[in-house]
């Protein structure tokens, strides 16, 4: 096969021409704003194309748009109900609604531990009750003065008992045990109340974006980590 020189030359800027609309796609996939369902216009570091932002959204989703939060991996999505304020979604989460029907459940919900939160964005549920993994039968009066006043208990899992505070403010975690957050019952305020009073399916989600990651974006950067999950912008590959 023959081609003309002419025709090679073309070919070679057609295959240029292709690249840079290649290129104009990728880059123009991130964009500044967009609109999410009943929710209106939303915007980073809410992403609903993969890759964009820290706090992936699913737009398409029904009844209500979803988010996914990494740091509650049990349940990958929250439902989003309301648009707050810029930094504020009000969201419920539907596997919480199905764990106060069905105390078990509650057991799965530390099948996997929430992942160690990001340099790049900090965020906090309203109201929120952190509770506790820890050994099945450890006895834990002897670590912790006051241990059984201070702390409830649920030993319905198998593997593991769960501890959580039983007056609203937060308590340190007992040795060895793992920590997960989850939205608290608005209405609760006894500290007679179980466990499963305490919890809520509905809570305010917040955020904030570190300076520097704040900084990274402006200037079309992807705020990502290193391998000890420090800060590190990559630089231009969002484009905005
Ligand atoms: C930003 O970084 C994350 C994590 O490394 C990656 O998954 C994502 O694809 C990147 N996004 C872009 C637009 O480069
Ligand atoms: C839990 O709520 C308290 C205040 O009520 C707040 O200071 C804290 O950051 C919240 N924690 C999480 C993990 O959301
Ligand atoms: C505990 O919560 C109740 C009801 O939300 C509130 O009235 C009370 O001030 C809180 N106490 C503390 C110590 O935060
Ligand atoms: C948000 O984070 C910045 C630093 O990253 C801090 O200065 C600021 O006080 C934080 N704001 C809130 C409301 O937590």
């Known amino acids: 096969m023959v081609f003309s020189r002419r025709a090679a030359s073309s070919l070679v800027v057609y295959v240029f021409l292709f690249h840079l609309y290649i290129l104009h796609l990728v880059d123009s996939q991130c964009p500044r ?3 999410c369902g009943n929710l209106g216009n939303l915007e980073f570091p809410l992403a609903n194309s993969p890759g964009c932002g820290l706090l992936p959204v699913d737009c398409g989703a029904q009844p209500n748009p979803i988010i996914h939060l990494d740091y509650y991996p049990f ?6 109900l309301k648009k707050s304020s810029p930094n504020e979604l009000f969201i419920r ?3 919480l609604e199905r764990v106060l029907h069905n105390n078990k459940e509650i057991c799965k919900l530390f099948f ?4 160690p939160p990001s340099p790049s964005i900090s965020i906090s549920l309203f109201p929120n009750i952190t509770l506790f993994k820890c050994l099945k ?3 834990y009066d002897n670590e912790v003065p006051n ?3 201070i702390y409830g208990n649920y030993d319905g899992c198998d593997f593991f008992d769960i501890y959580y505070p039983k007056s609203n403010g ?5 040795k060895d045990c793992s920590v997960l957050p989850l939205p608290g019952n608005l209405q609760y305020n006894s500290d007679s109340m179980d466990l499963f009073q305490r919890l809520g399916s509905d809570c305010l989600l917040k955020w904030n974006v570190s300076d520097d990651c704040r900084n990274c974006h402006r ?3 992807n705020c990502t980590t290193n391998m000890k999950n420090e800060f590190r912008c990559d630089k231009g590959t969002i484009g905005l």
């Open 147 to 149: 241990f059984q006043e």
């Open 75 to 80: 349940s990958p999505s929250y439902e989003i």
């Open 137 to 139: 039968d450890w006895n």
């Open 170 to 174: 937060s308590l340190s975690p007992p």
């Open 219 to 221: 200037k079309g950067g």
């Open 112 to 115: 996997h531990l929430p992942m």
């Open 93 to 95: 989460s539907t596997f």
């Open 33 to 35: 704003q967009f609109q």
